[in-house]
């Protein structure tokens, strides 16, 4: 299990991340959708996650939300790299009600983003927009190239569950322990 603590003016967290775990999740931001959305990302992704988070929320939340993609990206670049063994790619199409959103990834490192949802308004208190900013700095700190593209639906709750699940279930397919990959590259390295 990796562990990390990042201290910044806006927020102190501490966090611990075991790639291939249980579903096991213990999350507390003081955010209370954005705990229900990194428990989803846990559960269908299957690792494990610890997840303690002391942030400026009486500001607003962008800095937890933002600050939490960078550390969990931190711990998965540190328990993904060097690359080898595992398929690499993933790719999932997630349905929640009326709404469906798809998501490719590559364990590539070499970071890039692709964000399209409509994500935008309140979910309780929760900004919606803040869901690509924590997806942003989740993947750039892992070093992944994704793409989260929606395809449909109006609820906003219902879109962005779907955008965690397929990010979840695209990542869970790309780190998919697989023998005869020794490494997925031509490169010689990733």
Not at 20 to 49: A, E, P, Q
Not at 114 to 140: H, M, Q, R, W, Y
Request: aromatic residues 10%; contains cysteine; proline residues 2%.
């Amino acid at each position: 299990m990796k562990a990390l603590t990042r201290t910044t003016k806006e927020t102190n967290i501490t966090a611990k991340l075991n790639l291939y775990g249980n579903s096991k999740s213990s999350i507390d931001t003081g955010i209370g959708f954005f705990n229900h959305m990194l428990d989803s990302f846990v559960r269908h992704s299957l690792i494990d996650l610890e997840l303690q988070c002391k942030g400026d929320i009486e500001v607003d939340y962008h800095h937890s939300v933002e600050d939490c993609g960078i550390v969990i990206g931190e711990l998965l670049h540190q328990s993904l790299y060097p690359v080898g063994g595992i398929e690499r790619f993933g790719h999932a199409s997630i349905v929640m009600d009326e709404a469906c959103v798809e998501c490719s990834i590559d364990v590539s490192n070499r970071a890039f983003f692709v964000f399209e949802a409509p994500l935008s308004g309140k979910i309780g208190t929760f900004d919606a927009e803040l869901i690509e900013e924590f997806f942003k700095a989740l993947v750039f700190n892992a070093n992944l190239s994704a793409h989260i593209i929606y395809k449909r639906g109006k609820n906003l709750h219902h879109i962005s569950e779907a955008v965690f699940k397929s990010f979840a279930v695209a990542f869970r397919n790309a780190i998919k322990p697989n023998d005869r990959i020794i490494l997925p590259t031509t490169k010689g390295i990733l």
